[in-house]
């Protein structure tokens, strides 16, 4: 799993959906948080490379 914000968002899920996980972060600002970090959001978690996780935790 993937820690972000405290939170171990699930790895088998889309990205856009693992954000939801996160406290505060809906479908709307998930999407608004991986277009900045240039992911495609039907990424799954477990297929994000260290660099754009890093990306977003930014």
């Keep these: 799993m993937a820690r972000i914000a405290g939170v171990d968002i699930p790895k ?3 990205g856009v ?4 996980y996160i406290y ?3 479908r709307s600002r998930a999407k608004e948080i991986l277009a900045s970090a240039k992911v ?3 990424t799954k978690v477990q297929d994000w490379t260290d ?3 890093g ?4």
């Design 40 to 42: 495609d959001e039907s």
């Design 24 to 26: 505060g972060i809906g």
């Design 51 to 53: 660099d754009q996780i």
């Design 17 to 20: 959906i693992s954000l939801t």
């Design 55 to 58: 990306a977003i935790r930014e």
């Design 12 to 14: 088998q899920k889309r």
